[in-house]
C-alpha cells in the first residue's frame, strides 16, 4: 500500500504564486507515472500536468507557461509551481501515482483558492 499526501494549498490574489508538494511514502517498489488533477466545484476532475519517472512532462493548455511540474525520485517527492493564478485556478488539486505494478494511488486533494 502507499500512501500520498499533498500539501502547499491555500489562499492566494490573483496573480499570485502557489508550490504544491506530493510525497508518496509505504511499500512501493517503484513509480513511473505521477501528476497533478483538480477538481472544481460542480465540475469534473481534470488533468493539470503529468511527468514520467524519466522527467518528460506533459500541461493542460489552460496551464501551459504558467505552471510547473517537477519531481525528485530519490525523494518520493512530486511538486507543482503555480505563478499568475488565476480565480479559474480554484480548485481541490490532487496527486495522482501509477506504480511499476500499474496501480494508481490519489491522495486525499489540497485546496487551492484564487480570490481577492
Known amino acids: 500500500q502507499a500512501q500520498v499526501v499533498e500539501s502547499g494549498g491555500g489562499l492566494v490574489q490573483p496573480g499570485g504564486s502557489l508550490r504544491l508538494s506530493c510525497v508518496v511514502s509505504?511499500?512501493?517498489?517503484?513509480?513511473?507515472?505521477m501528476g497533478w488533477y483538480r477538481q472544481a466545484p460542480g465540475k469534473q476532475r481534470e488533468l493539470v500536468a503529468t511527468i514520467t519517472s524519466s522527467g518528460s512532462t506533459n500541461y493542460a493548455d489552460s496551464v501551459k507557461g504558467r505552471f510547473t511540474i517537477s519531481r525528485d525520485n530519490a525523494k518520493n517527492t512530486m511538486y507543482l509551481q503555480m505563478n499568475s493564478l488565476k480565480p479559474e485556478d480554484t480548485a481541490i488539486y490532487y496527486c495522482s501515482v501509477v506504480t511499476a505494478s500499474y496501480r494508481r494511488y490519489w491522495g486525499q486533494g489540497t485546496q487551492v483558492t484564487v480570490s481577492l
Open positions: 509505504g511499500s512501493i517498489f517503484s513509480i513511473n507515472n
